[in-house]
């Protein structure tokens, strides 16, 4: 099923048109990097070095916004798609259960966004490298939770396909996702002027779409890792990310409840879409 | 030994009863020709016997097994009424998954993707995508696909619907073919004609409910009209005539007389004679599908479960 949804993704073009995307973020933040990096003296002083991640972090952040939008298109219209333009009704039929099929697209999908997802972190990371010559710290872990962002809204967009139009589907996905950005950016600011109720809000929008927590764990798996400093002295190098920083970092607990939340949207599609008339 | 069975097979969606307690049976080897207006109900019927559409009640079998268990649908194969076919991939590519997923190993898929290709005339176009078919090349295309897993009982919605003449020939053409094979073939069809050729069992089915069902011999016997050219022919002799058949019409040489069934036909030749008429032609007029199809439509008497 993986590489029926490769095919289907190079045949649609969706490949070069992403991969042509893809490359101009690339070259765009190259290009960016190589300009800082003359001036980035990250070796001899850790401010320059907090500088030197915030660079990055802002590229994983934004190059977050694109593998959703892949995530989000591809599937929304997984099973609404087909039943809406007459394809599904011959493979259904086929001797293979109904959440085979689903399960089947699901990981069809996910492995090509996982690998996309991948790809793209690490050219970011290999740009930073190459440009200005540092080596993210804490990088496979990092990897692991921007990787998993994808496979949350596959999920999500997924439960929505088996009981909503495309369309709807859409909308819904694109506004949780918006929410869960806007509601991490609350959730930071807060932290960074101690407002309990900001930081509380961000924690809701991550419970209805955990994308926004998985980033600013990631944030905080490569900060924590970051050589300590006299330059830095009492301050909490997070706060020289901004917004885009981990002050308000997510918990063990919340990587755990993004695993299971994967599973019961999943479970929840299997169930309706196994109830579904065709 | 029937490989479809239904009974008292029931859909309602909110309000509006799309299928009501039908019971239907269809042997191994036969072409079954399920006819009714638009809107009848055959397609959510069809849906409901091939695992796509959930059954409010009623019990269905299909190769002995419930529909929506997902093991017995190795013995189905289905043309859907209105399908599209992923457009991206090429003929072949489209048979040869088909064929992964009713179960066949990649060799054997392939082999079979190439042989129903044949079998619909499409062995030259296999290379070509999907897209780039026309409507009736991916009619067929379908057909091939319904195909590709050897399936015991095929499931056709209207599949002619796309197709030109001489395509609809080569249909029916290979599902006399298919029948030789000893498929068992359901056809879901608007057009008498059709059904009327192809077809050694019908039911009749609108407003959701089944009207009748049998051997077309069965459907089109019944009352029949006969017509009689006679010599010799007085007023009062007609009287006579007019007395034991009611209906009775004469018009000069000409008579029609309506008979319960055709085998008042010799007693009626013999009657006349016995009265002293010359018979120089006797003319039985057939029942058509049609007539039978507007008649039960037009009553609308619903047939119970035997």
Redesign the interface.
Known sequence: MAL?TF??AW??KVVIVVGVLTLGFLVLYGTGLHFIGENLNWQANSLEYMQGILVFVLGVYFAGFLVAGLSIMSAVGSISGEIE???I??????????S?LLLGKFAGQAAVLVTYAAFFFLALAGLLYWQVGMMIPGLLPALGLFVLEPVVLLAVAMLGTTRLPTMGNGILAFALYALAVVGGMIEQIGALLDSTSAVYAGVITSLLLPTDSLYRRLVAEIVEKVPASPHMGFVNPQHFLGPFGSLSTPSDWMIVYTVVYIVLALAAAVYLFN?R?? | MAIVETRNLTKIYGRQIACREICLSVEEGQIFGLLGPNGAGKTTLVKMLVGLVYPTQGEALVAGRRPWDSRGRREIGFLPENFRLHEWLKGEELLVFHGRLAGLKEKEARRRARQVLELVGLDKDGGKMVAHYSKGMQQRLGLAAALVGNPRVIFLDEPTSALDPLGRRQVRELLGALKQEGKTIFLNSHLLSEVEQVCDRVAIIHQGRVLAQGSLKELIMGPTEVKARVGGLKPELEENLRRRYPSLRAEGSHLTVALNSKEEIPHLVAYLVAEGLRIYEITPRQNSLEEVFVKLVGEGEKLECG
């Not at chain 1, 009704?89 to 109904?98: G, K």
């Open positions: 029926f095919r289907e045949r649609k333009n007459g394809t009704p011959t493979l259904a039929t086929r001797p293979l259960s109904r085979s109830r008339d065709i």
